[in-house]
């Protein structure tokens, strides 16, 4: 079964526009929550995580996101996006809040335009 | 820290022959994590340990793939022969002790079996 659904495989957004995308996971508990970046050639960059407590979750480079338990969701947000944000995103999942057993989701693409 | 380290960057190789992928984890961290990604399958997790000990080999695809980790600092994954269907980035990833339960990235190493 899946933990984790991407369900936009691609976004484009123009620069300066507001973007959101969507994570859900498939859990009976609360996990641990996290978003990835991939700049094209690099490796994974934490962008932010949600362990407990407040569901509004600031990251790095402008970035939030909301935890929201009776949806499921852990969507990513930025109010105003610039042509640096065109990468790839991940959302993952540790299942056993250990480390140990994490699941990321297939991705988004996202595209930028000027 | 200097971060995960992976080497090489990026390997060319002809069908049959063995590759062997190196990766240092972060000074400290305890669990170590070897993926591979690639467009038709996204990423996926092949192995993980623990204290150096392997914990879930059950995403290695096959026989020809094996994965040490001698001591806390230096993992190795090893294919051996190689199959151009091996052509991928393949990723290593460490994380430190419970309450830091993000996953650091190394930069991977781009994987070219002709």
């Known amino acids: 079964a899946q933990s984790v659904t991407q369900p936009d495989i691609h976004i484009t957004v123009s620069e300066g526009a507001s973007l959101e995308l969507r994570c859900n996971y498939s859990?009976?508990?609360?996990?641990?929550l996290f978003w990835y970046v991939q700049s094209p050639g690099q490796g994974l960059q934490l962008l932010l995580k949600?362990?407990?407590?407040?569901?509004l979750v600031q990251g790095i480079k402008g970035f939030e996101a909301e935890f929201k338990r009776s949806q499921s969701s852990f969507n990513l947000r930025k109010p105003s996006v610039h042509w640096s944000d065109a990468a790839e995103y991940f959302c993952?999942?540790?299942?056993?809040?250990?480390?140990?057993?994490?699941?990321f989701g297939t991705g988004t693409s996202l595209t930028v335009i000027p | 820290d200097a971060g995960v380290i992976q080497s090489p960057r990026h390997e060319v190789t002809e069908m049959g022959q063995e590759v062997t992928l190196r990766c240092k984890p972060i000074?400290?961290?305890?669990?170590l994590f070897w993926y591979r990604q690639t467009m038709m399958r996204g990423l996926e997790l092949l192995i993980y340990?623990?204290?150096?000990?392997?914990?879930?080999d059950s995403g290695m695809p096959e026989d020809r793939f094996s994965a040490k980790m001698p001591n806390a600092s230096f993992s190795t994954l090893k294919i051996q022969p190689s199959e151009p269907r091996d052509s991928a980035v393949y990723f290593c990833?460490?994380?430190?002790?419970?309450?830091?339960?993000?996953?650091?990235f190394g930069p991977g190493t781009r994987l070219t079996v002709l």
């Open positions: 990833a460490s994380s430190g002790l419970a309450g830091y339960n993000e996953q650091f």
């Open positions: 859990y009976g508990a609360t996990p641990y």
């Open positions: 949600y362990f407990s407590g407040d569901t």
């Open positions: 993952a999942v540790d299942l056993r809040n250990t480390g140990n057993q994490f699941y």
């Open positions: 000074s400290g961290h305890n669990s």
């Open positions: 340990f623990n204290n150096n000990v392997p914990i879930d």
